[in-house]
């Protein structure tokens, strides 16, 4: 039976896809949960218009599952309410083919919804919508992007146990150096890059700069600006799924946790955002030789003032926090600065057009939906307050330390995600609960795991 679909995607657009690309074999249907991690099913060809017309049934705990895919019963999503089925939906604008695939395969993120239609409450898209929403009746729209920041490992690990940098796919060369901006060190990875912006293109998305990063194996590239800051989203994680399907096409670990190699610095997703208003002008920008707008000023206080408590958004797993170190290029305070790459508020250098706030907590493994839901909220609740956001810090922003009010772990994150009425409203309460519930499952998991640390220092020693 045809149904309405509540997210807006039409039958045409699937029929125009096929008629398009009669190669595709099947289609990935991707749904995200609170850890940014794809989960659904591949389905074939003919499968694609039911998708389209009916939605697909979708058990509700798909949502409610840790890092390892377990059932977390704290959530609410398990038996409390039956394990029942909810409705997938594609999202419009999403289905997309993939490069490099045997045989041909496709694309398309889907969002949960109720059986009548409501958005399920849980699903991180919705909780960024949500927010999107709220500025959309202030007749404002927030842009932005994400920069990717990721390691290429070897497949196996080095004689120490520790990841080491993947050799060169071009002829096998391998290097320990940091090699930061190195042009030469990129070209022994250029076959790989050049699938990767293959895919980028397939997908729609204006994948630009790539850059040898500050650690061995550790590179960066840059996404085109979005108007639409769900674009921005959706870019981000289909671009990870990219870069991690051609790596392991050419025999290499794409590796997004925050920190895998412990001397060097981890991997950040800084989010770049703005606010345009009905007639597409950036209302952060300042007229020529004026000083700061009090609404970005005012953004830069909501940011500052509910950092502390959404930490755990920005650094969701233990190896989050180990990103965290003093002069790391990750940020230990909750303060601002202009062109200063010390600081966790960001203002780029820039025409006045282009002038935005650089979020620089967030690992490259946190959820990218969660992440701008709660900057949005952040800004919102400045713009609200119109929070002072204090003076600006030039130079050394890590000297700042000791009077930082972020929290120093893992556990103290949870504790204060867990308490904070901001990031409850900023998610919704279903959201809130789900996150917060995941993410205590994981810690408890953790803290019950004997790891390799414990027996090096105790098993012969105490």
């Given at each position: 039976m045809t149904q309405t679909c509540p997210s807006g995607a039409t039958l045409a657009e699937a029929e125009a896809f096929l008629a398009a690309h009669p190669e595709i074999e099947a289609v990935d249907i991707v749904l995200h949960d609170s850890n940014g991690i794809g989960r659904g099913k591949i389905i074939r060809r003919h499968e694609l218009t039911s998708l389209y017309k009916s939605g697909r049934h979708m058990p509700i705990s798909i949502l409610g599952l840790d890092i390892c895919g377990e059932d977390v019963h704290e959530t609410g999503l398990i038996w409390d309410q039956g394990d029942g089925d909810l409705r997938a939906w594609p999202i419009p604008g999403t289905l997309k083919p993939l490069h490099n695939t045997t045989p041909p395969?496709?694309?398309?993120?889907?969002?949960?919804?109720?059986?009548?239609?409501?958005?399920?409450?849980?699903?991180?898209?919705?909780?960024?919508?949500?927010?999107?929403?709220?500025?959309?009746?202030?007749?404002?729209?927030?842009?932005?992007?994400?920069?990717?920041?990721f390691f290429l490992l070897a497949k196996d690990r080095g004689p120490d146990g520790q990841a080491r940098p993947a050799a060169d796919v071009l002829d096998g060369r391998e290097s320990r150096k940091t090699e930061v901006y190195s042009v030469d060190h990129l070209h022994g990875m250029l076959p790989l890059f050049s699938d990767i912006y293959k895919g980028a293109e397939r997908a729609g998305i204006t994948a630009e700069t790539m850059i040898s990063e500050y650690a061995p194996g550790q590179y960066e590239l840059t996404l085109h600006y979005r108007a639409d800051v769900m674009q921005a989203a959706d870019d981000l994680v289909r671009l990870k799924r990219i870069v991690?399907?051609?790596?392991?096409?050419?025999?290499?670990?794409?590796?997004?946790?925050?920190?895998?190699?412990?001397?060097?610095?981890?991997?950040?997703?800084?989010?770049?955002?703005?606010?345009?208003?009905?007639?597409?002008?950036?209302?952060?920008?300042?007229?020529?030789?004026?000083?700061?707008?009090?609404t970005l000023l005012h953004a830069l206080g909501g940011l500052r003032s509910t950092m502390a408590e959404s930490m755990l958004i920005?650094?969701?797993?233990?190896?989050?926090?180990?990103?965290?170190?003093?002069?790391?290029?990750?940020?230990?305070?909750?303060?601002?600065?202009?062109?200063?790459?010390?600081?966790?508020?960001?203002?780029?250098?820039?025409?006045?057009?282009?002038?935005?706030?650089?979020?620089?907590?967030s690992g490259v493994d946190a959820n990218p939906y969660l992440v701008a839901t709660t900057v949005l909220a952040g800004i919102l609740h400045g713009l609200d307050t119109r929070i002072d956001p204090g003076p600006e810090t030039t130079g050394n922003g890590y000297e700042d330390d000791a009077a930082s009010t972020m929290p120093r772990d893992w556990g103290a994150a949870i504790r204060a995600a867990e308490g904070s009425a901001f990031l409850k409203a900023a998610l919704g309460e279903d959201m809130h609960r789900t996150f917060t519930a995941v993410k205590a499952a994981e810690l408890a998991r953790v803290a019950r795991t004997i790891s390799e640390v414990d027996f090096d220092l105790y098993l012969h020693t105490v």
């Open positions: 395969r496709a694309e398309v993120f889907l969002s949960l919804y109720e059986l009548d239609g409501r958005p399920m409450t849980s699903d991180p898209r919705h909780a960024l919508q949500r927010q999107v929403d709220a500025f959309a009746k202030r007749g404002l729209k927030p842009a932005g992007a994400f920069e990717l920041e991690r399907q051609q790596a392991r096409a050419h025999g290499v670990v794409a590796c997004f946790m925050a920190k895998p190699i412990a001397d060097y610095a981890g991997s950040g997703m800084h989010f770049h955002v703005s606010l345009q208003d009905e007639t597409g002008r950036n209302v952060f920008a300042e007229e020529p030789g004026q000083g700061w707008t009090p920005f650094a969701p797993h233990l190896n989050s926090w180990r990103r965290f170190a003093n002069q790391s290029y990750a940020p230990v305070s909750t303060n601002w600065g202009v062109n200063n790459r010390s600081v966790a508020l960001r203002i780029p250098e820039g025409e006045l057009r282009a002038r935005r706030i650089e979020h620089r907590p």
